[in-house]
């Protein structure tokens, strides 16, 4: 609890020798008034949710207020100290951690639709050992709901804490607190693109794709035309060097160096073969077998599995069998998976070895992780929600009128289809914040999947064709 609660005016009530003391500072207080931002803000990447935070950014006199949380400072850089006579004293670190969130399942803003009243700080305020006259100051330290906040002025962002700050319309607020990055944009497009089928991969300039369904071809981000790698129809696309690793449905598992020699079957899979992941040399895949379902005349059931094989096509064990769905993403050192129950797919964690396998919810059609937390599709479709890796929340995020079909994400925004793919269907694309505001309809198209190359969102549109397995490839740009 101590890291949900707050660091700086915990640290106060701990010097003070009794209630009666705190009570006094606190009826002495100089109050201001405050608001709640409703621009976007990120920190070294990660985007806050404002609407669930306990402890959500605040404005006073226009300029952004951090809330000091232990999670906070440690994604920052501060380190933080305190004693009686001293008060807080704030001090740059060369290391900077992921910015984890603590948030509530409801909605929290609705508290904040009027002026809230915050506090100057009633002690002593060291940056950098140099001493803060609060009183004196045009954006002083402030306590908001007993978190002491602190003020992004140019004077303590670029000034005494070196970071590098940044504005846009669309993104909001953007803090990159560390020279070491903690939030890889290539890393995190990589993931997604991977989640959501694999037909589409980046490295450098160059992206690896799969745009009609009949081929692996690369194409540089500057312009140029398709270069033709194999004629495999490559999907779950994985650049690892100068290797692309790719499954084949009803074949196996290859690799091919990216200049389109070498090609070699690493995996013989004859029967369905879906989602591969390559991980610290290894590949972990779906495989599918289909059979006749008992007691009828027709009908396939799938019995598989998640394997784990070595780079080599060496050492290929089975991490865990059952009515496995096609999607399967690696986080950390986990594996989380869809399995079929008695009426849903299940969404399960397990570790990269197969063990402690925990169910965490019912009814999931599609998901992924974004920033430390899950995102999914419940509700038979309908309903989009986030939850904690560790199970313990669960965020309704958005309520749709159609089915929801995919899920991608990028700079602080969940895209998504919407729709169906009936004879008379149709679909859209769309994009929501993580926060589950600012709704907004980009495009139609019957996509069942999204992939990201840069801001350039690529997705195949099976309008004219009529069929998942038939497709042409769109594009498009987005801010």
Not at 159 to 174: M, V
Not at 325 to 350: F, H, P, S
Not at 427 to 444: C, N, P, Y
């Given at each position: 609890?101590?890291?949900?609660?707050?660091?700086?005016?915990?640290?106060?009530?701990?010097?003070?020798?009794?209630?009666?003391?705190?009570?006094?500072?606190?009826?002495?207080?100089?109050?201001?008034?405050?608001?709640?931002?409703?621009?976007?803000?990120?920190?070294?990447?990660?985007?806050?949710?404002?609407?669930?935070?306990?402890?959500?950014?605040?404005?006073?006199?226009?300029?952004?207020?951090?809330?000091?949380?232990?999670?906070?400072?440690?994604?920052?850089?501060?380190?933080?100290?305190?004693?009686?006579?001293?008060?807080?004293?704030?001090?740059?670190?060369?290391?900077?951690?992921?910015?984890?969130?603590?948030?509530?399942?409801?909605?929290?803003?609705?508290?904040?639709?009027?002026?809230?009243?915050?506090?100057?700080?009633?002690?002593?305020?060291?940056?950098?050992?140099?001493?803060?006259?609060?009183?004196?100051?045009?954006?002083?330290?402030?306590?908001?709901?007993?978190?002491?906040?602190?003020?992004?002025?140019?004077?303590?962002?670029?000034?005494?804490?070196?970071?590098?700050?940044?504005?846009?319309?669309?993104?909001?607020?953007?803090?990159?607190?560390?020279?070491?990055?903690?939030?890889?944009?290539?890393?995190?497009?990589?993931f997604f693109n991977v989640t959501n089928g694999g037909l589409v991969a980046v490295q450098g300039d160059w992206i690896y794709m799969n745009p009609d369904g009949k081929k692996l071809v690369k194409v540089n981000k500057n312009g140029g035309e398709e270069i033709k790698l194999t004629g495999d129809n490559a999907r779950s696309i994985n650049v690892v060097g100068e290797w692309?690793?790719?499954?084949?449905?009803?074949?196996?598992?290859?690799?091919?160096?990216?200049?389109?020699?070498?090609?070699?079957?690493?995996?013989?899979?004859?029967?369905?073969?879906?989602?591969?992941?390559?991980?610290?040399?290894?590949?972990?895949?779906?495989?599918?077998?289909?059979?006749?379902?008992?007691?009828?005349?027709?009908?396939?059931?799938?019995?598989?599995?998640?394997?784990?094989?070595?780079?080599?096509?060496?050492?290929?064990?089975?991490?865990?069998?059952?009515?496995?769905?096609?999607?399967?993403?690696?986080?950390?050192?986990?594996?989380?998976?869809?399995?079929?129950?008695?009426?849903?797919?299940?969404?399960?964690?397990?570790?990269?070895?197969?063990?402690?396998?925990?169910?965490?919810?019912?009814?999931?059609?599609?998901?992924?992780?974004?920033?430390?937390?899950?995102?999914?599709?419940?509700?038979n479709s309908y309903q989009l929600n986030k939850m904690s890796l560790d199970d313990s929340v669960v965020i309704p995020v958005y309520t749709a009128e159609k089915n929801i079909i995919a899920l991608s994400y990028r700079d602080g925004w969940i895209y998504l289809v919407r729709g169906s793919f009936g004879i008379q269907g149709a679909a859209t694309i769309e994009r929501i914040?993580?926060?589950?505001?600012?709704?907004?309809?980009?495009?139609?198209?019957?996509?069942?999947?999204?992939?990201?190359?840069?801001?350039?969102?690529?997705?195949?549109?099976?309008?004219?064709?009529?069929?998942?397995?038939?497709?042409?490839?769109?594009?498009?740009?987005?801010?």
């Amino acid at each position: 609890m101590w890291k949900k609660t707050i660091v700086f005016f915990g640290m106060l009530l701990i010097g003070l020798s009794s209630s009666s003391q705190v009570l006094d500072v606190q009826a002495n207080a100089v109050q201001v008034q405050v608001s709640i931002p409703t621009f976007p803000i990120a920190v070294n990447g990660t985007y806050m949710d404002v609407n669930h935070n306990e402890y959500p950014p605040l404005l006073y006199k226009d300029v952004t207020y951090s809330p000091m949380t232990w999670k906070n400072t440690s994604a920052l850089g501060l380190s933080v100290s305190w004693d009686a006579v001293g008060g807080l004293s704030l001090q740059k670190k060369d290391a900077c951690t992921p910015l984890e969130q603590d948030l509530v399942p409801q909605t929290i803003s609705y508290e904040y639709d009027t002026i809230q009243t915050a506090e100057l700080t009633p002690f002593s305020v060291q940056v950098n050992g140099k001493s803060v006259d609060n009183v004196k100051e045009m954006y002083p330290i402030l306590l908001f709901r007993n978190i002491t906040y602190f003020p992004m002025t140019w004077r303590f962002t670029h000034d005494e804490f070196g970071w590098k700050t940044s504005w846009n319309t669309t993104r909001g607020l953007s803090i990159e607190s560390c020279e070491e990055k903690t939030h890889k944009p290539e890393q995190q497009n990589s993931f997604f693109n991977v989640t959501n089928g694999g037909l589409v991969a980046v490295q450098g300039d160059w992206i690896y794709m799969n745009p009609d369904g009949k081929k692996l071809v690369k194409v540089n981000k500057n312009g140029g035309e398709e270069i033709k790698l194999t004629g495999d129809n490559a999907r779950s696309i994985n650049v690892v060097g100068e290797w692309l690793y790719y499954a084949v449905a009803n074949d196996g598992i290859y690799k091919i160096k990216t200049d389109g020699t070498q090609r070699s079957q690493i995996v013989d899979a004859p029967h369905a073969l879906n989602t591969i992941w390559v991980k610290d040399n290894s590949i972990y895949y779906v495989h599918q077998l289909f059979q006749v379902r008992e007691g009828t005349m027709g009908g396939n059931d799938r019995h598989n599995g998640i394997y784990k094989i070595n780079i080599d096509g060496t050492g290929d064990q089975l991490l865990v069998s059952g009515k496995i769905n096609y999607y399967m993403a690696l986080n950390g050192n986990k594996i989380y998976y869809l399995m079929e129950g008695e009426a849903t797919n299940n969404l399960y964690a397990m570790n990269l070895d197969g063990s402690e396998q925990v169910r965490l919810q019912a009814d999931v059609s599609r998901m992924t992780v974004i920033d430390g937390w899950i995102y999914m599709v419940q509700n038979n479709s309908y309903q989009l929600n986030k939850m904690s890796l560790d199970d313990s929340v669960v965020i309704p995020v958005y309520t749709a009128e159609k089915n929801i079909i995919a899920l991608s994400y990028r700079d602080g925004w969940i895209y998504l289809v919407r729709g169906s793919f009936g004879i008379q269907g149709a679909a859209t694309i769309e994009r929501i914040r993580v926060d589950g505001s600012d709704f907004e309809k980009l495009t139609e198209a019957r996509a069942w999947s999204l992939y990201f190359a840069g801001k350039t969102l690529y997705f195949p549109n099976d309008t004219k064709l009529g069929g998942v397995g038939n497709y042409y490839f769109e594009h498009m740009d987005v801010e």
